[in-house]
């Protein structure tokens, strides 16, 4: 599973909304990336910071319950299940969001993670 680029994370970040002002326009404070694969994400609007977590392969190893999850999770736009965890975020306290990329379709989308409710 390859590491997301800063473009792609950028991206896709645009797809959810800010804890603070509820905007959805982000960027990557490259100061802050970590070689652990923490980043920093900062809303564009109302400079609120949120930490990213790209290093996927280490948090799945460290979360075996995950992958068993991922493949459970259907697609919302084909109903297929399994799906991979391209990176999270922790939006707030109460918040954190996975990125996940269908592993039928390769169609890409944001859930609020209710995975860390089990662990
Ligand atoms: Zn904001
Ligand atoms: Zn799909």
Same mark, same amino acid.
């Given at each position: 599973?390859?590491?997301?680029?800063?473009?792609?994370?950028?991206?896709?970040? $645009?797809?959810?909304?800010?804890?603070?002002?509820?905007?959805?326009?982000?960027?990557?404070?490259?100061?802050?990336?970590? $070689?652990?694969?923490?980043?920093?994400?900062?809303?564009?609007?109302?400079?609120?910071?949120?930490?990213?977590?790209?290093?996927?392969?280490?948090?799945?190893?460290?979360?075996?319950?995950?992958?068993?999850?991922l493949?459970?999770?259907? !697609?919302?736009?084909?109903?297929?299940?399994?799906?991979?965890l391209?990176?999270?975020?922790?939006?707030?306290?109460?918040?954190?969001?996975?990125?996940?990329? !269908?592993? $039928?379709?390769?169609?890409?989308?944001?859930?609020?993670?209710?995975?860390?409710?089990?662990?």
């Open positions: 599973m390859p590491n997301p680029t800063v473009k792609e994370v950028e991206t896709r970040l $645009a797809t959810v909304q800010c804890a603070i002002c509820k905007g959805s326009s982000f960027g990557i404070d490259e100061r802050f990336m970590q $070689a652990d694969g923490e980043w920093r994400g900062i809303c564009r609007k109302c400079y609120y910071t949120f930490p990213i977590y790209t290093d996927m392969e280490f948090y799945l190893r460290t979360q075996p319950d995950i992958p068993y999850r493949k459970e999770m259907s !697609c919302p736009t084909c109903n297929q299940r399994g799906v991979s391209n990176f999270r975020i922790t939006m707030s306290v109460r918040e954190s969001i996975y990125f996940l990329t !269908c592993t $039928a379709c390769q169609k890409t989308y944001p859930e609020r993670s209710s995975l860390e409710a089990f662990e």
